[in-house]
């Protein structure tokens, strides 16, 4: 299927690892010109290179989600190599889990402001160069636990549901002027993440993988390749009549829709 990125502009937040990564190798693969931020330079920079080898057209800048600024900033420095912002992907976010009573307000804080308030500043950044343009897409990465919240999973169930209400109520404002604002929520995906998470059970992390595939419907994890497809699809042509939606790529684990 032919998706129409090809010449789109598209902005990865958290684009050196994981589904972040696999987004901009995807975008990339359909033409896109991508710009993508992490916090780690050396990581970010290498990736940016292989990419530059390969014809690819990027823009690397390190910025950290969780600062006042560096979010407004990297959009900016993506309109001023591009000339426009058509997609932006906002995918920098941790998952740490904690019962209720050991989480500090310095967490809470931290939480909030890497998962919720960076998606109001790369939004609120790219809203008008969108308007100007005719449109754009935005895809807020989210979680299943935001839906079906869990014992111990906070801070982050708590501030990925702010993400839900974020998606939703963009969506509705900025529908008239063709941006349509979209979540993918993820379940339970192979990343570096895992494997840290691995490495402090002791378990390897193929014997990790296995285990926790386990508990999933489908059997297995799930591949950051798998979720970056459905947002090339919501960043498409072909879901020109999709917004306000939160898709689930979770192997089927959520209880809800």
Known sequence: MELGLRGKVAA???GSEGIGRAT???????GAKVAMCAR???????????LRKGGADVLAIVADASKPGDMER????????????DIVVNNAGGTGQDPFEKVTDEAWQRDIDVKVFAQIRTTRAAVPHMKKQGG???????????KQPFAGSFPTTVSRAAGLALTKALSKEFAADNILVNAVAVGKIKSMQQERRAAKTGLSVADHY???????PLGRMGEAEEVANVIA????????YV???CVNVDGGMSGVL
């Open 12 to 14: 990865v937040t958290g």
């Open 24 to 30: 901009v190798l995807r975008l990339v693969a359909e």
């Open 40 to 50: 780690r330079g050396e990581v970010l920079n290498a990736f940016a290179e292989e």
């Open 74 to 85: 990297f959009i900016e420095e993506t309109v001023t190599k591009f000339g426009r912002v």
């Open 136 to 146: 754009g897409r935005i895809i807020n990465l989210n979680m299943v636990g935001a």
């Open 210 to 216: 296995d285990r926790t595939g386990k508990t999933v």
């Open 233 to 240: 699809f919501l960043a498409s042509d072909a879901a020109s």
């Open 243 to 245: 917004t306000g939606c």
